[in-house]
């Protein structure tokens, strides 16, 4: 009877044991869901706080863009004299770290490095870069035998390039090869601001160094041929120059513009810079009312109209950065110019097919062709 009673006090110790467990289990199973549903809720709310966190960080970045779209107009307008350095990117140096000293180092081994003193105060950077044919009697020479090889009897190109960079451009060493290689002197410099010239950039300032040097090659060639040859921004420098030389009576022998623009004006709202702005409301009164606060109109539609002397155009239709239409639209404007009545006048385009864009018509094979067509007569219209 002991050992019945112990053996049922065990059997049910055994049975409340095994209740208690499934009690526990229960328990267990409880607090388990509910870490798993805490468990859960915390990485929703996890998500949700990531959504609400890259949001807000899109805001932020929207309304710190939004600011600085609106705040570039107003403070453009407040100091137009950030406009002009915008128009003349003179302080932009391309290809970098290149001695101007040496054009050699460009692969210009039959050219002379000087400078030249337009005003007191003012020395400008100046290359000349003699016909290919003297290149084995280059070597070697000083300044006084670069200053008589322009009475040889060939022509001279007065070239002026456009806004950033410096006369050792990349694209513009080629084309002074190319011209070179084609029988012309080249003379080219860095406007007063540019390069290794001294001064400050400006419209008139631009004109006047233009002059000078057209006045120093002309000293030395006599009635020998000078052709002016202005590209991009030095197309208006060049209109204006022969503007001034016409009105003197004393014309050059023929106007080349490579990539063209009407002027300033229309060239500023037509540049893919302005494409984010060009539809703001009171673009004119923002980006190019600035422009003309500081003096600067390179007006060649306006130009054209006191210019007698023959006149090429040569554009790219693939051209983004002065747009083929306004070189066409000079043209037009030139072609129907009574000052320019009895001149050759020619609009030259090349195709997008060639991707010549900008800076590379240099590159056209047509080239030497269309000069020396151009150049050989200059009395009818074209």
Same mark, same amino acid.
């Given at each position: 009877m002991r050992k019945r009673k112990n053996s049922a006090d065990h059997d049910s110790a055994f049975t409340s044991s095994l209740l208690d467990g499934r009690s526990d289990l229960k328990h267990c199973n409880k607090t388990t869901d509910a870490g798993s549903e805490a468990e859960g809720s915390g990485k929703a709310m996890g998500r949700r706080y990531k959504r609400g966190g890259l949001m807000g960080r899109l805001k932020r970045i929207m309304i710190w863009v939004l600011g600085i779209y609106i705040a570039i107009p107003v403070i453009i307008k407040l100091c137009p004299s950030i406009q002009a350095k915008i128009v003349f990117l003179n302080f932009v140096r391309v290809p970098y770290f290149i001695d101007l000293k040496r054009p050699l180092d460009q692969g210009l081994n039959h050219t002379h490095n000087f400078y030249l003193q337009p005003e007191e105060g003012i020395n400008i950077g100046v290359w000349h870069t003699v016909p290919v044919v003297m290149w084995r009697e280059a070597q070697g020479k000083d300044a006084e035998w670069f200053d008589k090889s322009f009475q040889s009897n060939h022509p001279v190109i007065l070239y002026l390039h456009g806004n950033a960079g410096t006369r050792g451009g990349d694209h513009r060493v080629q084309l002074y090869k190319v011209l070179s290689s084609l029988g012309y002197h080249?003379? *080219?410099?860095?406007?007063?601001?540019? /390069?290794?010239?001294?001064?400050?950039?400006?419209?008139?300032? +631009? +004109?006047?160094?233009?002059?000078?040097?057209?006045?120093? @090659? $002309?000293?030395? @060639? /006599?009635? $020998?041929?000078?052709? @002016?040859?202005?590209?991009? #921004? /030095? *197309? /208006?420098?060049?209109?204006? #120059?022969?503007?001034? #030389?016409?009105?003197r009576g004393t014309p050059p022998d023929a106007l080349i513009l490579e990539s063209p623009f009407t002027n300033i004006r229309e060239e500023a709202k037509s540049h893919p810079f302005s494409m984010i702005y060009r539809y703001l409301p009171g673009f004119d009164w923002f980006f190019l009312d600035a422009i003309s606060a500081n003096d600067i109109r390179f007006a060649s539609d306006e130009n054209v109209n006191h210019i007698s002397c023959p006149v090429l155009i040569l554009h790219a239709e693939d051209d983004t950065v002065v747009p083929f239409h306004l070189g066409k639209k000079l043209y037009d404007l030139a072609a129907q110019s009574k000052s320019l009545n009895g001149h050759k006048v020619q609009f030259i385009p090349f195709p997008s097919s060639l991707g010549y864009r900008h800076k590379f018509i240099y590159k056209s094979p047509q080239l030497p062709n269309i000069l020396s067509d151009f150049l050989s007569t200059s009395h009818l219209h074209v």
């Open positions: 080249v003379v *080219t410099f860095d406007y007063r601001g540019w /390069g290794d010239s001294e001064g400050s950039p400006s419209e008139e300032g +631009m +004109m006047s160094d233009s002059l000078f040097l057209y006045q120093w @090659i $002309k000293q030395r @060639i /006599g009635q $020998k041929q000078l052709y @002016i040859w202005g590209h991009s #921004l /030095g *197309t /208006g420098v060049a209109t204006n #120059l022969v503007r001034r #030389l016409c009105d």
